[in-house]
């Protein structure tokens, strides 16, 4: 995770990003603390990434790369105001050897449009294209992590990265808002996943689907009531964050919690 020390709103890269109202930065690091103390709580290890002036948009920290069994796929940012983000990420695993950092070729958002299911079909990885991801991307991550790539195509620019319209819930299970998907992509996912937890506009809307699950736990913002009831109908135990300064930057949950896969 990476503190949002230098998070504003000062350009517009997707479509809820207003560069007219201006973020409270304060709540938005108090929040983040509040999301940090969650996971801590719930059992789990939370490196933290020194923040960097001139990078606002740093505390989605799940951008930066793509973790599979110790092999890291870096990212590659379609927008330059990012662009300096791969750097700092490629640092952290750079000081540890027990990861192996590869250097993309293509342009790819990390964890934005990369999700891995290590216990379906001997364990695959999700990718999204269509706004950030170059397609070309998803055969680099496949060579670089031995995993076979599944590509979706995403058509609804308010749900412009993977994250946004589609989660892990545990290692084969998988919740989705469908209109997200080009109709193809959608019988793709429904012949993979024919018991996958159904969202519909108002969750996605929410950022509902922008969540973090550790198979039990299911880590998600206050103003996903409705997917909250839908992961504790299935099972899991919802965990409500309030994350509202984050949003505004086109982010909540997921955005800003890069797994590590070691």
């Not at 319209?165 to 024919?194: E, N």
């Not at 206050?222 to 965990?239: C, E, I, L």
């Not at 086109?250 to 590590?260: P, R, T, Y």
Request: proline share 5%.
């Amino acid at each position: 995770m990476c503190p949002p020390e230098h998070f504003t709103v000062e350009y517009a890269i997707n479509p809820w990003m207003d560069t007219t109202v201006a973020v409270d930065a304060a709540r938005a690091l108090t929040q983040w603390e509040s999301l940090r103390t969650t996971l801590v709580n719930l059992g789990h290890l939370v490196h933290v990434l020194d923040a960097r002036p001139g990078l606002p948009d740093m505390v989605y920290s799940a951008n930066g790369a793509f973790s599979v069994d110790g092999t890291v796929y870096g990212a590659r940012f379609l927008y330059p105001q990012r662009a300096d983000e791969a750097t700092a990420h490629q640092a952290f695993y750079d000081t540890d050897s027990s990861w192996k950092f590869v250097a993309p070729v293509h342009v790819n958002e990390g964890e934005g449009d990369f999700a891995y299911l290590p216990a379906a079909y001997g364990g695959i990885v999700l990718a999204g294209y269509g706004f950030r991801t170059d397609p070309a991307a998803h055969a680099e991550a496949q060579e670089v992590l031995g995993r076979p790539v599944i590509s979706l195509r995403l058509v609804d620019p308010a749900f412009y990265h993977l994250d946004t319209a589609l989660a892990a819930l545990d290692d084969r299970h998988v919740t989705y808002y469908p209109a997200a998907f080009s109709a193809a992509s959608q019988r793709v996912l429904a012949q993979l996943f024919p018991d996958a937890v159904l969202a519909d506009r108002a969750d996605a809307e929410a950022f509902g689907l922008n969540l973090v699950s550790d198979g039990r736990h299911v880590i998600l913002n206050t103003d996903a009531v409705g997917m909250g009831r839908k992961v504790r109908d299935a099972g899991y135990q919802p965990v409500h964050v309030d994350l509202s300064e984050l949003k505004r930057g086109g982010g909540s949950v997921k955005c800003a919690v890069a797994e590590l896969r070691a």
